[in-house]
């Protein structure tokens, strides 16, 4: 892994089923551009439900399995979010038949997108795709779609998810992470040396991005 000079390198082990993942990571992007940072992004892989079934779970049954969430618990966690998400320009539309999803072939495409520099594109296309519009990531041919809708290649995104092709390297990078510690998302590491965990809000960031600068000086 190498960094460009006078750059912070970010790299941000997420899902895309994750939703403060894609608060964090808002979060972070305000405060990079209030603090004029120039930095560059890595998205890193990491599956929140490895051992989830093909055809994926009722979210609110895997909640309440994974956590004991009860429905109130529920309904109030997705009330914060969601205004959580309003805040930061993100929209989040839970319903009840929503679902979460098994992403090792959604982290597949990422890799593949990120060898023509649209890992970033495609990985936002992915967090509206579910959180947003409520598609069906269990599925490759709304995978491929989410692909083509961005300008890439829809008969290559299938290949890709038919041959597995990057099944290896995405269980490497997924490895690298979990032997580095990393158990929860989003997990952020500047400069390949600080770890940031959890959506910390614009304002920390901040201040963790002017304590980051004040030491490169």
Known sequence: ????????????????????????????EQ?????????????????????????????????AEKYGSTKEQSDANRNHITAVGAELGFEFCFTDDMRMHNTFNVHQLLHWADQQGRKQDLKQAFFAAHFTHGRN???????ADVAAEI??????ALAVLKDQRFA????????????????????????????????QGTENYKQILQQLAEEAN
């Open 1 to 28: 892994m190498t960094t460009t000079p006078n750059k912070l390198r970010i790299d941000i082990v997420s899902d895309v089923v994750c939703p403060w993942c894609i608060i964090g990571y808002r979060q972070l």
């Open 31 to 63: 405060a990079l551009a209030e603090t004029a940072t120039p930095y560059e992004l890595h998205w890193q892989p990491f599956e929140l439900n490895p051992d989830m079934p093909a055809e994926g779970q009722n979210l609110r049954e895997h909640l």
């Open 137 to 143: 990531l269990s599925d490759d041919e709304v995978l």
């Open 151 to 156: 300008g890439l290649a829809r008969d290559e």
């Open 168 to 199: 290896n390297a995405v269980r490497t990078a997924e490895k690298f992470w979990i032997d580095a510690g990393i158990r929860g998302v989003p997990a952020m590491i500047f400069n390949q040396r600080h770890l940031v965990t959890g959506a």
